[in-house]
Antibody
């Protein structure tokens, strides 16, 4: 069974850094991509970017390029999403999701709520 | 970037009725479109991929159609558990999502 288990909720202040994680199991991590999707409170889904678990090939949405960094540690089958300086507007639920190939997302993590508030 | 426009924003129907949700792409995406259902407090769940193929375990009352720029998700007879938010997603050119249609009980 494919599982994507994300790290727990975070409460941060503006300007702080943050790295959240997504651990994959039940499939070959190094042969798959993992994407990150943002959902702001009461809003829709926004694709942020995607990374290959084997060679770290990464593609960012133009809306998120330069705003976040996506990485992987294939030795522990874990993908990461990080910010160097959080803003209040980064408050959202962040989902990781595994696409079939590079296509539709058929497996999702449970989501990580990030709250940025002074 | 491909933009997906979903309509209506909110759809109010009664159990047993037929629901028709639309998704329009700003340029042709062939059949590279998926639909997801999301309930409060839950992650999205894949319903349809390839515009018309039901994902594993999805009831037959859910069907998808369309290609190019116009797509439709149809729920033939609404059950209580179907009231949720529905998103379309194109994966023809990387990824974008529509803003969603909220299906609420009338």
């Amino acid at each position: 069974e494919v599982q994507l288990v994300q790290s727990g909720a975070e409460v941060k202040k503006p300007g702080e850094s943050l790295k959240i994680s997504c651990k994959g199991s039940g499939y070959r991590f190094t042969s798959s991509w993992i994407g990150w999707v943002r959902q702001m409170p009461g809003k829709g889904l926004e694709w942020m970017g995607i990374i290959h678990g084997g060679d770290s090939d990464t593609k960012y949405s133009p809306s998120f390029q330069g705003q976040v960094t996506i990485s992987v540690d294939k030795s522990i089958s874990t993908a990461y999403l990080q910010w160097s300086s959080l803003k209040a507007s980064d408050t959202a639920i962040y989902y990781c999701a595994r696409p079939r190939g590079r296509d539709y997302f058929d497996d999702w993590g449970q989501g990580t709520l990030v709250t940025v508030s002074s | 970037e491909i933009v997906l426009t979903q309509s209506p924003g909110t759809l109010s129907l009664s159990p047993g009725e037929r629901a028709t949700l639309s998704c329009r792409a700003s340029q042709s995406i062939s059949s590279n479109l998926a639909w997801y259902q999301q309930k409060p407090g839950q992650a999205p769940r894949l319903l349809i991929y390839g515009a018309s193929t039901r994902a594993t375990g999805i009831p037959a009352r859910f069907s998808g159609s369309g290609s190019g720029t116009e797509f439709t998700l149809t729920i033939s007879s609404l059950q209580s558990e179907d009231f949720a938010v529905y998103f379309c997603h194109q994966y023809n050119n990387w990824h974008t999502f529509g803003l969603g249609t909220k299906l609420e009980i009338k």
